[in-house]
């Protein structure tokens, strides 16, 4: 009985047995009886997931070395050893190298081309006689030298260094070369030109040579090679010390143009200031803090560096000076010590505007906004606008005081009079004419001035605003109204214009 | 094949030495046959009787060239050097020594190749044209060109303009070049590194207080020794067969060997001047000679190398003392136009075996600081550059495109004769 198992399979009509339990025998089949493995997968992966595999994979490729780089040519360079003319040879002499195979056997050598040769000017014996005769040169010695120089590609240390006319004359580099290019010169001023005057005069510009100046310039060049170590060590030292103090210079000018536009602004007549918002804001902001801190830090840098500015104003005083720049000195008396402390430095006007008592200022500031005037703000703070403002404010203040004592008074008196009215009835009248009189009276000498004080204070103010004015009074303006208004940069630019 | 301007036509290139004798291939970066210049001939045992015929002498020597020449100790060898002041002095042994380079360490054949030879830049013009007549007569060459040591040390320092100081074994030089031309006028040499090693050799040979002289005696002639402790007396013993038939130019090319050997490794130059503290404070050094004697040198060894820099009482009261590396530099200045200082002082090279000397290039650069603030030195930190920059600069020009229109070819030599040597090579 040679029956296989197969045989038996068939004969109970038994499927096959399912791949999942494989026999050692159908193994070995398998390969055979799949469809080819897509490249991409590895042999063990595919026999695992059969050819359900994912198509993503069946695509990707197998790995491979990197490319080679096609250099072009394709493929193999053949190179072959060949002999080669070079044609800035006068002779025959061949010499051999190794070239690419598809190259042109003919072909001009590659290097000959580099073989340059100066044009040479030769002359004749009639031209010599002509033009370029020179006493202390014989024609054979300049043919000598023409020689050379073509011999030496012009290059005039070579050819100097080897220049050996048996004559004995010891000629310097500059003497050859002046010689050389006079030459030159001559031969082509005097010989018909072909071409056209430009190039004639470049040429003739290429062969210009000043002897003396030469000889001049190589002087200098010994003599600064001859310093001796020390000299040149001094000369080392002056030259950082001259480049020290230039720098110190340059600091000390700049912080003291810093120092001036923080503390004058415009009224330091620098010319290069800048007008612009962001700096006086800056300014602005530092100076109020500075107002703030005025008492507690006397010594901080932005403070103690204003009596600089102040010590230094005496020595230029000026009375036509100052009057033509608006500068008032705040004299010290001789008797205050001279200590930081006690110092008045530079001030703003403007820092000084009078205000009210404190009890009355609603008052006063009402008035005062009754004829349009701001108390806090003046846009123009000049001398005379402060003391008008100032003028201003006091009688503003001595009316609201007058005001005050006389409805005192006319309370006083009315509550008499409805004391008096209880008592008896008569009499009312006469006792009610001298109040009003009075009250005329105080209105009548009171008004006027303050009237004339306000029209005074606004036409100022108008007419400097229309007026074209000096910067001086703008920025300390700007420097007193700082935070508040968003006006001010258009009055600024206003009188900027 | 064009890059750089190189295009190699397979020349060789042969540099000649006082110690050395280099030749090698255009294009490549180091000499491939170094051979010694010196020499050593073994008269036969009859030449005494035929002293009278010149000729004859000469064909029955026998001649030992190469690495296995004149180190190898021979009965009765005499030792010889065809270069005397870094000039060739005797042709005769110049053909066998080239042949030698060329055609026993490098197997090639000269007649195949254009060969570029090298010239020390005080070369006599009878010498170069000697040089081509043996070039072109007895090898055959078919193009050749002699170039000067100083502008091939420029080529192979990557320049064009330079002043190079070259320090050989029997002479150092100071070589401007401008444009790959030597000015003449600033060329200076003298015969220093000679009197460097002849103080190296006076201080091991006379006793000090602490030492006795030394023995040179090279370890060709020494049979045995026994290791001893420093500083105290060698133990050996000579090979007495061989010394009482050793020559005495043997002996001395020996023993200037040994001094040699001893300079290289041991002598120094302080990088800034001498000074007896610094001296001492540096370390020393043992050494030990072929016969086992191994002393420490102390700040002795820093007096060789001042020799270079400074002249000693003694060297000055000699009626023609050698000029001293400053002054060799001064005065090849002094020669040269001034706008060209500047450009030579910023382009200073320096090379040749003897400047490998410990601690050279320091103190030269700061000696040349002292009087040249700017000055810029060029050393290549390789020994083979340092050593062998005249063959490396001819190996460059010989391998340069633009160079094959100078070669002097054989229909040039034998329609012109001796005369295009001088024409051609300026």
């Known amino acids: 009985m040679a029956a296989s198992i197969a045989d038996v399979r068939s004969a109970l009509s038994i499927s096959a047995p399912s791949p999942s339990t494989p026999g050692p025998s159908q193994l070995k089949k398998q390969p055979s009886q799949s469809i080819r493995k897509p490249e991409g997968i590895s042999r063990e992966l595919y026999s695992l997931i059969g050819p359900s595999a994912p198509t993503l994979a069946a695509q990707l490729a197998k790995p491979r070395l990197k490319q080679k780089p096609n250099l072009g040519g394709g493929g193999k360079v053949k190179w072959e050893w060949r002999t080669f003319k070079n044609?800035?040879?006068?002779?025959?002499?061949?010499?051999?190298?190794?070239?690419?195979?598809?190259?042109?056997?003919?072909?001009?050598?590659?290097?000959?081309?580099?073989?340059?040769?100066?044009?040479?000017?030769?002359?004749?014996?009639?031209e010599y006689t002509r033009y370029l005769q020179d006493p202390e040169w014989t024609p054979e010695e300049s043919q000598y030298l023409f020689k050379l120089a073509v011999e030496y590609d012009l290059r005039w240390y070579i050819i100097h260094d080897r220049y050996h006319y048996?004559?004995?004359?010891t000629r310097e580099l500059e003497d050859l070369k002046d010689r050389y290019f006079s030459i030159c010169r001559k031969l082509v001023r005097n010989r018909p030109w072909n071409g056209d005057e430009t190039s004639k005069n470049q040429l003739l510009a290429s062969f210009s040579f000043d002897k003396e100046r030469e000889q001049l310039r190589k002087k200098y060049v010994a003599n600064l090679e001859n310093r001796n170590p020390e000299q040149v060590q001094e000369e080392e030292a002056l030259y950082l010390e001259v480049k020290r103090l230039e720098q110190n210079e340059r600091k000390f000018?700049?912080?003291?143009?810093?120092?001036?536009?923080?503390?004058?602004?415009?009224d330091s007549g620098l010319p290069d200031i800048v007008e612009d918002e962001a700096t006086f804001f800056t300014v602005d902001t530092s100076k109020l803090q500075k107002k703030k801190n005025r008492g507690t830090d006397l010594d901080s840098p932005s403070v103690s560096s204003a009596p600089s500015v102040t010590k230094r104003a005496p020595v230029v005083k000026d009375p036509v000076e100052d009057a033509k720049h608006c500068i008032i000195r705040t004299e010290l008396s001789a008797t205050t010590p001279a200590t930081k402390a006690a110092h008045t430095p530079a001030y703003m006007r403007s820092f000084k505007l009078p205000y009210p008592k404190a009890a009355i200022a609603p008052r006063v500031t009402q008035v005062l906004s009754e004829l349009g005037i701001s108390p806090s703000r003046l846009v123009m703070p000049t001398r005379d606008n402060c003391q008008r403002l100032e003028s201003l404010m006091d009688e503003a203040t001595t009316l609201v005081e007058l005001k005050k004592a006389v409805d005192k008074v006319i309370q006083d008196i009315e509550v008499t009079k409805a004391r008096l009215d209880l008592r008896e009835t008569e009499g009312e009248e006469p006792a009610r004419h001298p109040e009003t009189d009075l009250e005329m009276d105080e209105r009548g000498t009171i008004e006027p001035e303050g009237e004339d004080g306000r029209a005074q204070s606004v036409v100022s103010t108008r007419s400097t605003r229309s007026r074209k004015h000096s910067r001086r009074s703008m920025?300390?303006?700007?420097?007193?109204?700082?935070?508040?208004?968003?006006?001010?940069?258009?009055?600024?630019r206003q009188k900027r214009g | 094949m064009v890059n750089y301007g190189g295009d190699e036509v397979s020349a060789l290139v042969l540099d000649i030495g006082t110690s050395?004798?280099?030749?090698?291939y255009a294009g490549d970066d180091t000499p491939k046959a170094i051979i010694p210049t010196s020499y050593g001939v073994v008269p036969s045992p009859d030449t005494d009787a035929q002293m009278g015929d010149t000729n004859q002498t000469a064909e029955r020597r026998q001649v030992y060239l190469g690495h296995s020449g004149p180190s190898l100790w021979r009965a009765n060898m005499e030792i010889h050097n065809p270069i005397v002041d870094g000039l060739i002095q005797d042709f005769n042994p110049i053909p066998a020594l080239i042949r030698h380079a060329f055609e026993d360490t490098m197997r090639c054949s000269?007649?195949?190749?254009?060969?570029l030879v090298t010239e020390p830049a005080w070369n006599t013009p009878a010498n170069r044209e000697r040089m081509a007549e043996i070039m072109f007569e007895e090898f055959q060459v078919p193009a050749f060109y002699i170039a000067n040591t100083g502008v091939l040390n420029t080529f192979a320092a990557g320049k064009g303009s330079a002043l190079v100081i070259d320090i050989g074994q029997s002479m150092a030089s100071v070589v401007p070049v401008v444009d790959g031309f030597v000015l003449r006028k600033g060329l200076a040499q003298s015969t220093l590194p000679q009197l460097v090693h002849a103080a190296a050799r006076q201080l091991l040979t006379n006793p000090t207080q602490t030492r006795h002289p030394i023995d040179l005696s090279p370890h060709q002639l020494i049979a045995s020794k026994q290791p001893v402790e420093p500083n105290a007396p060698p133990k050996y013993t000579l090979r007495e067969d061989r010394v009482s038939v050793t020559s005495q130019s043997w002996r001395t090319w020996a023993e200037n060997r040994e001094v040699e050997e001893w300079v290289q490794s041991v002598a120094g130059v302080l990088d800034q001047g001498w000074n007896d503290q610094s001296a001492a404070m540096r370390p020393p050094r043992q050494y030990e000679?072929?016969?086992?004697?191994?002393p420490w040198f102390g700040p002795e060894r820093f007096q060789i190398g001042e020799q270079f820099f400074w002249n000693s009482p003694q060297t000055m009261a000699s009626p023609n003392p050698p000029r001293i590396i400053p002054n060799l530099i001064s005065d090849s200045l002094r020669a040269c136009e001034p706008e060209l200082r500047q450009v030579l002082m910023g382009n200073?090279?320096?090379t040749g075996g003897g400047s490998l000397f410990a601690g050279f290039a320091d103190r030269l650069a700061n000696e040349m600081m002292r009087s040249f603030p700017h000055t810029k030195v060029h050393a290549p930190g390789n020994p083979i550059e340092r050593r062998y920059g005249g063959w490396l600069g001819g190996s460059i020009l010989a391998s340069l495109g633009t160079f094959h229109q100078l070669w002097i070819s054989r229909e040039e030599w034998q329609e012109h004769g001796t005369a295009i040597v001088g024409q051609r090579c300026k």
């Open chain 1, 253 to 266: 000018k700049r912080e003291r143009e810093e120092l001036l536009r923080t503390l004058a602004g415009i």
């Open chain 1, 87 to 126: 044609s800035a040879r006068t002779d025959s002499l061949e010499l051999g190298h190794w070239v690419k195979a598809n190259s042109d056997p003919n072909a001009e050598y590659t290097f000959a081309k580099y073989n340059v040769q100066h044009t040479v000017y030769s002359w004749t014996q009639d």
């Open chain 2, 289 to 294: 000679f072929p016969t086992g004697f191994n």
């Open chain 2, 348 to 350: 200073v090279v320096l």
């Open chain 1, 166 to 169: 048996p004559t004995g004359v």
């Open chain 2, 110 to 115: 000269p007649s195949e190749h254009p060969v």
């Open chain 1, 475 to 492: 920025s300390v303006s700007s420097v007193d109204t700082t935070a508040t208004s968003s006006a001010r940069p258009a009055t600024k």
């Open chain 2, 20 to 24: 050395s004798t280099r030749a090698g």
